[in-house]
């Protein structure tokens, strides 16, 4: 299962972007989509995630401001973020919570969480 995240940038205090990952490798199923962030140094954190049934987390600085969605086909995962403040500068991963896939045989196959290659969110003041 490979993930391929895009959409970060630059922009002012207040702007916006958003954030999609797509999931890639004979999916079957993925129990749960998110975004975590990193800051230098730092350990990866939660942004959001939203499970195939629909429940949804936010962490409590993303509340309010953010939004996360999944596609129809279950294998993307979109964050649109309003109000950008300069603290979520970061890079944010996108991931893959237990995902299921065939393999070469058709086999379905129990994967590890899969993580994005990191994109980099920069807000300036």
């Known amino acids: 299962v490979q993930l391929q995240a895009s959409g970060g940038g630059s922009v002012q205090t207040g702007g916006s972007l958003r954030l999609s990952c797509v999931a890639s490798?004979?999916?079957?199923?993925?129990?749960?989509m998110g975004w975590y962030r990193q800051y230098p140094g730092k350990e990866r954190e939660l942004v959001a995630d939203?499970?195939?049934?629909?429940?949804?987390k936010y962490s409590d600085s993303a509340k309010g401001r953010f939004t996360i969605s999944r596609g129809d086909a279950k294998n993307t995962v979109n964050l649109q973020m309003n109000s950008l403040k300069p603290e979520d500068t970061a890079v944010y991963y996108c991931?893959?919570?237990?995902?299921?896939?065939?393999?070469?045989?058709?086999?379905?196959?129990?994967?590890?969480?899969?993580w994005g290659q990191g994109t980099l969110v920069t807000v300036s003041s």
């Open positions: 991931y893959a919570g237990n995902p299921v896939y065939y393999n070469s045989d058709y086999a379905p196959v129990a994967a590890r969480d899969a």
């Open positions: 490798g004979s999916i079957i199923r993925i129990d749960a």
């Open positions: 939203i499970s195939t049934s629909g429940t949804i």
